[in-house]
């Protein structure tokens, strides 16, 4: 993380007093701390069969150790009280300043080295600016006002007839609104599918995103987990084995449209086909797709497997802080209008009804969304993915050719490669890691040149990390495949 900095311009809201105020601004807001100690947990991560393939570590089922984050309660920022005189001194204001003045440039630092999270950072929303000033609250469902008028609704559902179109479903048969973020466009599929089949089964791969595994907690739903290939998606063998052991009961699934760690698309036909041949009819499942990130890119993806309402899928979710680059966290939910009046209700203090999670919903947001979906459309949309994949290729070969462990999916941007063994690298670099592995997202706002400044560096650092002949770099077979390995047994 940066280091503390100094202002280079006072704002002209900011008397003399600026000066001496910065120095004592406690440096912990902006210096970066030493990393804390480990912690173990129980791995928990799948193998796609019990069984020793020869030439691969397959990973040990045990405690391994995680690294935490730092606890933000040595750096947080106190809420004091003003000073008696302070509306004549303006010291308060001046401290403020500093503060916020300073936390941009962290902020600006952490923007330059984001590679691990699929966020993409390339937008410019200065026309919004001037609804800021508004509070925009879009309470209840989407498509009946409340006596709340201060609202966004217009924008809402014309953002959800875009993606009513992106996804095959007409206006009179879809229902959905915009969440406050993807795992509560989860936890709304999740609940409608639980609605729809209440004594039914979930299955989920193991590699799913961690909110399907908190709905069913929440929602206290049988949860039954299926294993992965090595590529990430779901394994359909192990899936018809797990759905014949529970033929009794409704199944309610959830298909990755990108999973969390390789960015790994579950084939939705295949899923189909293993629950008809598992004796499910359509009318004893529910799917539930979870697109947070590639269900936007995918549709532009030649060769990629659609996801559709043609065929009998229940509900797709989407952030909208991900492929989109809104500035905040929300996400679009869309499910069957047919499913939503078991969860809709009336509420006259409203004068509307409701069947989100939330209730109160933030109005800027579909706002954002509606004016990126104006700029770029679905050809500015198209233009990017390709951008994306692109560079993740590059980022991937350059790997391969440094003599890295790395894996790509092949409908993905999701670069996976071996941990890198120094914790300060991934905490600059703000790497998604598990186990051996880390990623990096290749998203819009990633250009060839970060692509090099990181490469770079990582090639350096990694020849200090290996420098002894008996310290090698890990095995990681069992993470990214025999052919994507490039440790001493495998390259």
């Not at 070969?397 to 409908?411: F, H, P, T, V, Y």
């Amino acid at each position: 993380m940066a280091g503390a900095v100094e202002i280079e311009t006072a704002s002209p809201n900011v008397n003399s007093k600026m000066e001496i105020l910065a120095v004592d601004f406690d440096p912990t807001t902006v210096v970066a701390e030493p990393l804390p100690p480990v912690v173990t947990a129980a791995d928990g991560r799948p193998s796609e069969s019990d069984e020793e393939e020869e030439g691969v570590e397959k990973p040990v089922k045990k405690s391994r150790e995680i690294v935490l984050g730092r606890n933000v309660h040595t750096s947080c920022l106190a809420v004091t009280e003003p000073e008696a005189n302070d509306e004549f001194t303006g010291d308060k204001d001046a401290y403020m300043a500093g503060v916020l003045a300073r936390y941009r440039k962290t902020l600006m630092d952490r923007t330059k080295h984001h590679l691990g999270y699929p966020y993409n950072l390339d937008f410019d929303y200065g026309a919004l600016a001037q609804l800021q000033h508004f509070s925009i609250n879009n309470l209840g469902d989407p498509f009946i006002e409340s006596n709340y008028g201060v609202h966004s609704r217009q924008f809402e559902v014309g953002v959800l007839d875009w993606f009513a179109r992106l996804w095959e479903i007409e206006k009179n048969e879809y229902w959905g609104y915009i969440t406050n973020c993807g795992t509560e466009g989860n936890l709304h599929g999740i609940l409608v599918g639980r609605e729809v089949f209440p004594d039914g089964i979930l299955y989920a791969s193991r590699e799913s995103h961690y909110s399907i595994f908190k709905a069913a907690r929440m929602y206290r739903m049988e949860c039954v987990k299926v294993d992965t290939l090595v590529s990430g998606e779901i394994d359909c063998g192990d899936f018809k084995v797990k759905l014949l052991a529970n033929k009794d009961k409704p199944a309610i699934i959830n298909v990755n449209i990108g999973t969390t760690v390789k960015g790994a698309v579950d084939d939705l036909d295949l899923v189909i086909q293993t629950l008809e041949e598992s004796g499910f009819s359509h009318d004893r499942f529910y799917i539930h797709c979870d697109g947070a990130l590639f269900g936007l890119m995918m549709p532009f993806v030649k060769r990629a497997p659609k996801v559709t309402f043609k065929k009998p899928i229940g509900s797709v979710s989407v952030s909208g802080h991900k492929f989109v680059g809104c500035p905040m966290p929300c996400g679009v939910q869309i499910t069957r209008m047919e499913h939503i009046n078991v969860l809709s209700s009336n509420v006259e203090y409203l004068a509307s009804r409701d069947a989100t999670i939330m209730g109160s919903r933030n109005g800027h947001a579909p706002i954002f969304l509606w004016y990126t979906l104006n700029r770029k459309g679905y050809k500015g949309f198209q233009k990017e993915v390709q951008k994306c994949l692109r560079n993740a290729h590059y980022l991937k070969d350059r790997l391969r050719g440094a003599g890295i462990s790395a894996m790509l999916n092949e409908l993905s941007s999701t670069v996976v490669f071996e941990r890198p063994r120094d914790e300060e690298f991934v905490r600059r670099w703000q790497l998604a890691c598990e186990g051996k592995i880390a990623h990096v997202v290749v998203m819009p706002n990633v250009t060839i040149e970060k692509l090099d400044v990181f490469l770079d560096e990582l090639v350096e650092k990694r020849s200090t990390w290996y420098q002894e002949e008996h310290d090698q770099p890990p095995c990681v077979a069992a993470d990214v495949g025999k052919e994507n390995c490039a440790c001493a047994l495998h390259k």
